[in-house]
């Protein structure tokens, strides 16, 4: 069964981090890549970010870029999103995705549950 499970959603104040995990089980990890989207109430899913595992390359949307950082441990078959500098416009339910042959830019196979960030002005 495959399974993405996010976990590390919560509230904060503006200007405060948080740590989102994505732990994926059920497929062949190292042939995809994972990305994180969101979704805020009356709003379109967007791209947040994404690694490739199978060769390392990231993706950030412009809106994220030098607050977020996504990295990966194989080993454990997880995905993080460092969430620094959060803002109002932060808060959205955070979305782990897992995208068929290593690259950011194809379809999505998988989907996890969603957390929720509350980013408190």
């Known amino acids: 069964e495959v399974q993405l499970v996010e976990s590390g959603g919560g509230l904060v104040q503006a200007g405060g981090s948080l740590r989102l995990s994505c732990a994926a089980s059920?497929?062949?990890?190292?042939?995809?890549?994972i990305g994180w989207f969101r979704q805020a109430p009356g709003k379109e899913r967007e791209a947040v970010s994404c690694?490739?595992?199978?060769?390392?390359?990231?993706y950030y949307a412009d809106s994220v870029k030098g607050r977020f950082t996504i990295s990966s441990d194989n080993a454990k078959n997880t995905v993080y999103l460092q969430m620094n500098s959060l803002k109002p416009e932060d808060t959205a339910v955070y979305y782990c995705?897992?995208?068929?042959?290593?690259?950011?830019?194809?379809?999505?196979?998988?989907w996890g549950q969603g957390t929720q960030v509350t980013v408190s002005s």
């Open positions: 059920g497929f062949t990890f190292d042939d995809y890549a």
């Open positions: 995705a897992g995208l068929d042959y290593g690259s950011c830019f194809d379809e999505v196979d998988y």
């Open positions: 690694i490739s595992i199978r060769d390392g390359s990231t």
